[in-house]
């Protein structure tokens, strides 16, 4: 599944699975990225109201709130083994696990909200969100296992949107001048764990 570990035969190699995954805070279990996304797209908001002033012919501009982080990426997996990990069920493993992530936790008569998530990219970009966007083209050839037809290929566009990322010292959210240094980029896992490097494992 999505913490599968080893290689079967793959070449020693650094991969982007050495420091780039989604991360369920609610279990534990992380999906780790097979290739690198062609791109990544970041986005936050300035909300401002206008106040209109008699005799002016502009208005002022008050600063209301800021909307939350989001983050949009491809990512793709691909079949390279006949089993195991990297194998065509494989692929479809991981694409589940990300589906899983926009549906509701049900438990008796209690609903749970979709899980939460830890979104790291080495220690570039890292935050605490939710998948609020999910998308999947199945790419061809094909195969058969067991009477059921996997595809060999699988691209996923995911959009994921920051949720109660605070400043780990006042407990505010970030100012200007974090983000400016880039301490907005980090993120926590459960209480006191910062992600601030992810060494480079091969």
Known sequence: MA??????GHGTVLSPEAFCFLLDQDNGDRLEFQ???DSIGENKNAMYNEIPIIGRSLPILGYASSTSRTVALSLNFAATHPSGKYSPPWVAEQVR???SKVYPEYSGSLIYPPPRLVLMMGSALGMQCVLTSY???WLGPWKVVDNTAYAMRAQ???QLQEYGANDSESGHPFAHAEAKS???QTTEQGEGTAFVEIPLAV
Do not use: A, C, F, K
């Open 3 to 8: 913490g599968y570990s080893g290689t079967q």
């Open 35 to 37: 290739l690198m996304p």
């Open 97 to 99: 696990w990300l589906e």
């Open 135 to 137: 998308s999947t083209n």
């Open 156 to 158: 996923v566009d995911i």
């Open 182 to 184: 880039g301490d907005n």
